[in-house]
């Protein structure tokens, strides 16, 4: 049984997160025979949207492929690349219309192909489409290519995410959760066969509060007056989970959080 080896990386806030990237992934992908590298980057540019030369640098470093979320406009450099990278996309169920894609099949080695799906969360967020029904159209779609699918889903409440993985069991390689930046310890192999974790958690700032500098969130709690977040720095963490994937069948073999603090 041939079985690809995938990593993918929660969200790379800022700096902080983009030093540790170039200054490890290397590493990682070397010491863990890392096939493909899928990392979630809507908050890799001053921990708002990325820009063409930060998706560049990160592509350099390792990274092959991005997925965003509810971020993905915060840096309207994003609007003059977004349509003709085909490395990243954003959540599948915006309206038609809006700029990029929402999927897309990239070919791995010796004609692999994955399927990658991005798609964001309704509960507490933006009254988007259905991301369920949305997300099974479209795997519909890809599944006439390849079997080998991954789906980030970009979501606040636990309760979806967990709702999504289990109506993907099967169906999909792995669902996994990003946007609230707090790796979870539920990861799995669900009984159909789809890896599966809550949230991947956050790659940036260790001593913050979901990357952004810890004294300023508190004060915005305190007083309730409007402020303005900033990336936090010093020490570093990078969330991710390796997955190994039959390549035949695109069920999941194994799970692990695999997680680094600099």
């Known amino acids: 049984m041939k079985a690809l080896k995938l990593l993918f990386i929660g969200d790379i806030v800022g700096r902080p997160g983009r030093n540790i990237i170039k200054e490890n992934l290397r590493n990682l992908i070397e010491e863990n025979n890392v096939d493909f590298v ?7 540019a001053g ?21 965003m979320g509810n971020h993905v406009w915060d840096n309207k450099e994003i609007f003059s690349f977004i349509d003709t990278e085909e490395r990243i996309i954003r959540p599948l169920n915006y309206p038609p219309g809006a700029p990029g894609k929402g999927s897309n099949i990239i070919e ?28 099974a159209e479209e795997i519909e779609k890809i ?11 970009h979501a606040e409440a636990t309760s979806e995410k967990q ?34 974790i809550t949230d991947v958690g956050m790659t940036g700032a260790y001593d913050s509060i979901l990357g952004i500098d810890k004294d300023e969130v508190i004060k915005k709690f305190l007083n309730q007056l409007p402020a303005r977040f900033e990336v936090a720095s010093g020490r570093a963490q990078l969330n991710s989970v390796l997955v190994e994937i039959d390549e035949i069948t695109g069920l999941a073999i194994s799970i692990k959080r695999l997680n680094l603090l600099k």
């Open 38 to 44: 899928i990392a979630n980057g809507e908050n890799a």
């Open 47 to 67: 921990g708002n949207g990325i820009t063409k030369k930060i998706a560049e640098e990160l592509f350099d470093a390792g990274i092959n492929f991005f997925t």
């Open 108 to 135: 791995i080695k010796n004609n692999l192909k994955i399927g990658i799906i991005n798609i964001s969360g309704r509960t507490f967020m933006q009254a988007l489409d259905c991301p369920f029904r949305t997300c």
């Open 143 to 153: 599944n006439k290519i390849t079997n080998i699918i991954v789906v980030d889903f």
């Open 163 to 196: 709702a999504m993985g289990w109506f993907l069991d099967g169906k999909v390689s792995l669902v996994v959760g990003t946007h609230t930046h707090v790796q979870t310890a539920d990861e799995r192999i669900l009984p159909k066969g789809t890896a599966y």
